[in-house]
């Protein structure tokens, strides 16, 4: 058939389906050939397609209708996409034999149903034999629902209730006849023990009074095995040896579980000392050792050895003489360990002051060296400003000197006045230059200049 | 609802038989649709020891829609989206080329496979792709370097 029949056909069915096959708790496994791949439950209904690939007939409908687009008359298969027109409802009848043959539980487990049925019959158990399905009461006058079980021969209505006659109770009339046998809290039993009659209700209370009961002395927990009538019960505990000696063996109890607790009080102290000395003893070992490497530093090797075991023998032995000497010796190293330590500790520091210090007096002494320069610097400028002051006073006598001094040869003034003359000129230059001589030595143009001077 | 329990059961056999590599487990117990997966980097791969969280989004329509894969963990690869949303989109997981008879559990082995073996000729991102097929040494090393960053 082509797809529109196909679909048509699927709607349709759909409405008389009653069971969810596909919700069923299914009891066997089943071959894997028998899932239909797009719900992965068995096939329900199943249909081929041309590329011989299988569906449950509702799973093709809602893949046409997802998949084909609007109206065509082809569709992809849903495991090979082969294009497809065609709906085949003619499946091997074996498939559907398999599948109907998968054992599932009964739908109605919920109502207490247990019935492990073959799939293909859950339709028909469900609606004709099942216990638990519900039918309306056969009274036509109750709107209530019956399990098909409880409906009896009679088909009378099970939801009528009824007075108990006894206990003035309401009951279900399908209960009715349990609760008068049985449960009637009303009704009169005899007591096994010592047959007394009371009611239901009151039995409990007999049954813990009753004088016939047998009940086992009150010294049973001490291992009294008499269990006897509570009649006679009293005559036995006052004889029993047992009793008498209660008093004793409960203090004894108490005795002992006191001393118990202390025990394990003390238990977990000790485990703490022990702990302790664990520790104590690993570091005196470690300590030891230490000590016994650093002595040995200049020491060849093989002596070093035979100290470490030695040391090591003084750690692990029980003797406490040993032990005290070690710890002794170690006392020593450990205290001239922490002195060396602390010692090392000073010198660093010492160092540290020193650089410190260093640093502090260079930066003072660069401090200081800059004041001085700017000071050398100004002093530098003043006497320059001096210079130009008297090389500015001196300039007019220079000139006047050596307009005398061209006009002088020509003249007829002695040697001697010449002489006074230039001395006297060359004098105030001469102080100049030696005022600047000290500051500034080595002023070639100085000379130079008292060179022309003189 | 045919869905929910055909994707219950695909989840039951995924939980008590899971495919090398891969765990799975529902991002929120109320809600089958939205899986959260464990995918180790396959031996062969550069993802090697890296452990990816791959969020698994089934359609309300599914198994008639493909379910949607990203990469909730950073990953250098050509054919996941370098992106926050690190989807990956191809073969199986087109909506064209869907089956409806394809199962969960192949849809994961599909795309760890593509951890070893990515499809450069149908990548996402380009640039990757083509160091991948002209520079496989420093693909691997960029690779490795994410997956030891992110995925570890
Ligand atoms: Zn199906
Ligand atoms: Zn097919
Ligand atoms: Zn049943
Ligand atoms: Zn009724
Ligand atoms: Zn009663
Ligand atoms: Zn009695
Ligand atoms: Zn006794």
């Known amino acids: 058939m082509n797809l529109q029949d196909f679909l048509a056909m699927e709607e349709s069915r759909e409405r008389d389906e009653l069971i969810d096959l596909r919700s069923l708790d299914l009891v066997s496994e089943y071959d894997s050939h028998l899932m239909c791949p797009i719900c992965h439950c068995p096939f329900v209904e199943p249909v081929r397609l041309q590329c011989d690939h299988v569906f449950c007939g509702s799973c093709l409908s809602s893949a046409i209708n997802s998949f084909r687009s609007a109206d065509s008359d082809e569709f992809p298969c849903p495991s090979c996409r082969n294009p497809t027109q065609k709906v085949s409802a003619s499946v091997p009848r074996l498939l559907i034999n398999m599948c109907d043959e998968i054992r599932v539980l009964c739908p109605l487990i919920t109502e207490g149903c247990q019935e492990i049925i073959p799939r293909g019959h859950v339709q028909s158990h469900v609606e004709k034999y099942c216990g638990y399905r519900l039918l309306p009461c056969p009274d036509n006058s109750c709107d209530q629902m019956t399990r098909s079980k409880d409906v009896g021969m009679d088909q009378k209505c099970i939801h009528k209730v009824r007075r108990c006659a006894h206990c003035k109770e309401n009951v279900l009339e399908h209960e009715y006849e349990e609760h008068e046998k049985e449960l009637c809290p009303v009704l009169e039993v005899t007591c096994a023990d010592c047959e007394t009659v009371v009611t239901r209700g009151a039995l409990q209370e007999h049954i813990e009074s009753c004088p016939e009961v047998a009940i086992p002395c009150a010294a049973s927990k001490y291992a009294c095995p008499v269990k006897i009538r509570r009649a006679d019960i009293a005559a036995h505990e006052q004889s029993c040896p047992i009793v008498a000696m209660g008093p004793y063996f409960e203090t004894q109890n108490a005795r002992l579980k006191s001393l118990e607790s202390s025990m394990r009080h003390l238990q977990q102290r000790n485990e703490i000392f022990e702990d302790g000395l664990a520790n104590i003893r690993s570091t005196l070992f470690e300590s030891t050792r230490l000590g016994a490497n650093s002595h040995s530093g200049g020491q060849p090797p093989q002596s070093d050895r035979e100290q470490q075991s030695s040391a090591r023998v003084d750690a692990h032995t029980d003797d406490p003489a040993d032990l005290a000497a070690g710890v002794f010796s170690s006392n020593a190293t450990t205290y001239l360990l922490s002195l060396h330590e602390s010692l090392r500790e000073e010198v660093s520091q010492l160092s540290h002051a020193i650089t410190d210090l260093d640093a502090r007096a260079s930066m003072a002494i660069m401090n200081e060296c800059m004041r001085i320069k700017e000071d050398i610097a100004h002093t530098n400028a003043a006497v320059n400003s001096v210079r130009m002051q008297v090389q500015w006073l001196m300039n007019p006598r220079l000139h006047q000197g050596t307009r005398g001094g061209a006009v002088r040869p020509s003249s007829t003034e002695s040697e001697g006045t010449r002489t006074n003359m230039a001395s006297s000129v060359a004098g105030p230059s001469h102080a100049t230059g030696q005022s600047l001589g000290p500051l500034r030595p080595r002023r070639p143009s100085d000379s130079g200049r008292e060179g022309t001077k003189l | ?152």
């Open chain 2, 1 to 152: 609802m045919g869905s929910i329990k055909r994707i219950s059961k695909e989840l039951t056999e995924l939980t008590e038989s899971p495919p090398e590599g891969i765990t799975v487990e529902l991002a929120d117990e109320s809600n089958v649709y939205e899986w959260k997966v464990i995918m180790e980097g396959p031996e062969s791969s550069p993802y090697y020891n890296g452990k990816f969280l791959v969020k698994l989004s089934l359609p309300t329509e599914y198994p008639f829609k493909p379910p949607t894969v990203s990469f909730a963990t950073k990953i250098y690869h050509p054919n996941v989206t370098n992106d926050e949303k690190g989807s990956m989109c191809l073969g199986m997981l087109r909506a064209d080329e869907w089956k409806p008879s394809s199962k969960i559990a192949a849809v994961l082995q599909f795309a760890r496979q593509l951890l070893s073996e990515p499809m450069p000729d149908d990548a996402v991102e380009g640039r990757i792709a083509e160091q991948y097929k002209n520079d496989r040494g420093r693909y691997e090393e960029v690779a490795r370097e994410w997956t030891r960053k992110h995925a570890c």
